[in-house]
């Protein structure tokens, strides 16, 4: 199966900063992605579909200028949390989807946000 | 449109017995269903996946799921349960380019 890689694992930001979370397809050509973030003991929650070289969608209720996406290549894909608040804590986990249908994970960031 | 539904979020088991884990399932068109296990600050794992193949669906570590269209299910099982088996586990379908996600079970063998 496709490997996906998240960069960094982990991450500890202080109120008001931005951060960077990087997903990268390493086998794959991904032309779509997608960002999840998941809550302590609850499931994935489907935030948005990067497309390579075109806006993200992103679901509702999910702020797009708070939450950016950029996927630039085929390869990665970005999301900026911007002015991050503890509230923002997550876990945030990227996907990409191959033509069979499948999705492949990758291993997740923590974001921590004091 | 597509969902799923898992009973039971959690759910607890002896060391060597079996494991079965519901998921229930809503789909206007056939379904692609899969069955995902994610172990802690870990992402997803996939462990198997129906796609309108054979029924009875083998995966990894002895992970099995039967398709019953009669009873719109796609239960989980394993013979029996290792104590490397707690986790959290996710039943999904997919419906074109997304996937729809169960609320998860989480997984605890006793020993």
């Known amino acids: 199966g496709a490997v996906v890689s998240q960069h960094p694992s982990r991450v500890i930001c202080k109120s008001g900063t931005s951060v960077k979370i990087e997903c990268r397809s390493l086998?794959?050509?991904?032309?779509?992605m997608f960002w999840y973030r998941q809550f302590p003991k609850k499931s994935l929650m489907l935030m948005a579909t990067s497309n390579e070289g075109s806006k993200a969608t992103y679901e509702q209720g999910v702020e797009k200028d708070k939450f950016l996406i950029n996927h630039a290549s085929l390869t990665l894909s970005t999301l900026t949390v911007t002015s991050a608040h503890p509230e923002d804590s997550s876990f945030y986990i990227c996907s990409e989807q191959t033509s069979g249908n499948e999705q492949f994970f990758g291993p997740g960031t923590r974001l921590t946000v004091l | 449109a597509q969902s799923v539904t898992q009973l039971g979020s959690h759910v607890s088991v002896s060391e060597g017995a079996l494991v079965l884990l519901r998921c229930n399932y809503s789909?206007?068109?056939?379904?692609?269903l899969f069955w995902y296990v994610q172990y802690p600050n870990q992402g997803l794992q996939l462990l198997l996946k129906y796609t309108s193949a054979a029924t009875l669906v083998k995966g990894i570590n002895g992970f099995e799921a039967e398709f019953k269209k009669s009873e719109t299910s796609f239960h989980l099982t394993k013979p029996s349960a290792h104590m490397s088996d707690a986790a959290e586990y996710f039943c999904?379908?997919?419906?074109?380019?997304?996937?729809?996600f169960g609320t998860g079970t989480s997984l605890t063998v006793i020993p």
């Open positions: 086998d794959f050509q991904a032309t779509t």
């Open positions: 999904a379908v997919s419906g074109g380019n997304q996937f729809y």
């Open positions: 789909s206007s068109v056939p379904p692609y």
